[in-house]
């Protein structure tokens, strides 16, 4: 039985009630699961009575651990080119169309074996890991073939072992067409549907199926028929969805239950009421929006006003958003979306723990939750959001265990 404690913190417990600040307060924890928390003054009633290693927080800020719920961090190769020629006026549409983009990403992964991709990956965790993640969301998708997208997969598993975090895993076969089906888009959808995601979940490998339903992407039609693939292996489903147009994308997840509608730019008022009916997170991405110089926003009055949980992610990819700080988008949410630093705040721990089907265990700091806990260089929430570009994180606890 292994106990902690930590004392002396500001704790914010980013629960749906939203529950005060704890200005001065304890937290405690006991196989990997929190027992109690609450005022100094009530440490008396700890249950947890030790021995543990007690850590004196001396006044600094205590948060979930956070959740970084949209990531596509386990590739091969960077797109550094690809930046240039769209600093030169080409679009991100029209590098994809050419051949470039998604595609490019999968020929180098494919050509990477499980220790390269491993190789190539491991910082990009360990950087994210830095900002005080103790949870992340991993995509396939530059594969597109059976071997790679497991390989992916496997190496996302690998990863949560070494480097002691929650990693789940999203197949993402739908992501792009591959060169050996071009012009068929339809006999691809049949072979993800009927080979590749039925491998993939009797491995075990797949928490969740994801597609990108875009005009550089695939219909609505040919993402109906992946999730309905996907609801028959009950695995739940999620959707890059409006990005770069209004496909329907939002309301088409929504009406398939899903956990979240990610991106979502151009999502109308009438996909965001279905989001909300049907309990779908709006994961919102500001690091893609940043980096394709986007400026369609996505719809936050209509999010607010229809009660849809958002999440912030860094979508951490080669083409889009090569990036591995989830404070750095907590930055940007308030200053781009205009999001509130409470509203980031919650975006990277209880929401994205929705978008992630484990908000039942993850995501806030409450008796019965697991400890994965982060203690900050900092006294108050808002400076989470407030500073961008150095490292506030003094400690991370996962599962108890403190790292
Ligand atoms: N949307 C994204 O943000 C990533 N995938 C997607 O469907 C970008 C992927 C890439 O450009 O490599
Ligand atoms: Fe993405």
């Not at 990403?105 to 103790?134: H, M, Q």
């Not at 997208?149 to 949560?160: K, M, T």
Request: aromatic share 6%; with cysteine.
């Amino acid at each position: 039985m292994t106990q902690g404690r930590i004392i002396h913190a500001r704790i914010a417990p980013c629960t749906p009630s939203g529950a005060p600040l704890i200005e001065r307060g304890f937290l405690s924890w006991r196989d990997g699961r929190i027992t109690a928390l609450g005022p100094m003054s009530e440490i008396a009633q700890d249950p947890n009575r030790g021995p543990f290693a007690e850590i004196d927080a001396g006044g600094a800020l205590v948060t979930p651990g956070l959740i970084d719920c949209h990531t596509h961090l386990v590739h091969a190769g960077n797109r550094a080119r690809e930046f240039e020629q769209r600093l030169e006026g080409a679009s991100y549409e029209q590098i994809a169309r050419a051949g470039g983009g998604i595609v490019a990403t999968v020929a180098a992964t494919r050509s990477a074996s499980e220790t390269e991709l491993l190789a190539a990956s491991r910082p990009r965790l360990a950087a994210l890991l830095a900002d005080g993640v103790t949870t992340v969301e991993i995509k396939s998708g530059y594969g597109l073939d059976l071997a790679t997208e497991a390989r992916q997969l496997r190496v996302a598993r690998r990863l949560a072992a070494e480097l002691n975090v929650g990693v789940r895993t999203t197949f993402l076969g739908a992501h792009a067409l591959p060169p050996e089906f071009a012009g068929r888009p339809d006999d691809y959808i049949d072979f993800v549907c009927a080979q590749v995601l039925p491998a993939i979940a009797i491995e075990g490998l797949a928490d969740a199926v994801d597609a990108f339903c875009e005009g550089i992407g695939f219909t609505p039609q040919q993402t109906r028929r992946v999730f309905a693939a996907a609801r028959a292996l009950g695995l739940p489903v999620k959707l890059h969805a409006d990005q770069l147009s209004d496909l329907g994308g939002a309301g088409l997840a929504a009406e398939f239950g899903a956990l979240s509608a990610d991106h979502i730019e151009y999502a109308s008022e009438a996909s965001v009421a279905a989001m909300a009916r049907a309990g779908t997170v709006a994961v919102l991405l500001p690091g893609a929006f940043y980096f394709l110089r986007e400026t369609r926003l996505p719809p936050l009055g209509a999010l607010r006003r229809h009660r849809v949980p958002i999440a912030i992610a860094t979508d951490c990819n080669p083409g889009s958003s090569p990036c591995t700080s989830l404070l750095l988008m907590l930055n940007m949410a308030c200053t781009l979306f205009r999001m509130t630093p409470s509203e980031a705040l919650a975006g990277v721990t209880r929401n994205a723990a929705l978008a992630l089907g484990i908000g039942a265990t993850h995501g806030t700091l409450a008796p019965g939750m697991q400890a994965d806990i982060a203690i900050w260089d900092a006294e108050s929430p808002a400076e989470l959001s407030y500073a961008f570009g150095g490292r506030r994180l003094r400690q991370r606890i996962s599962a108890g265990r403190p790292i």
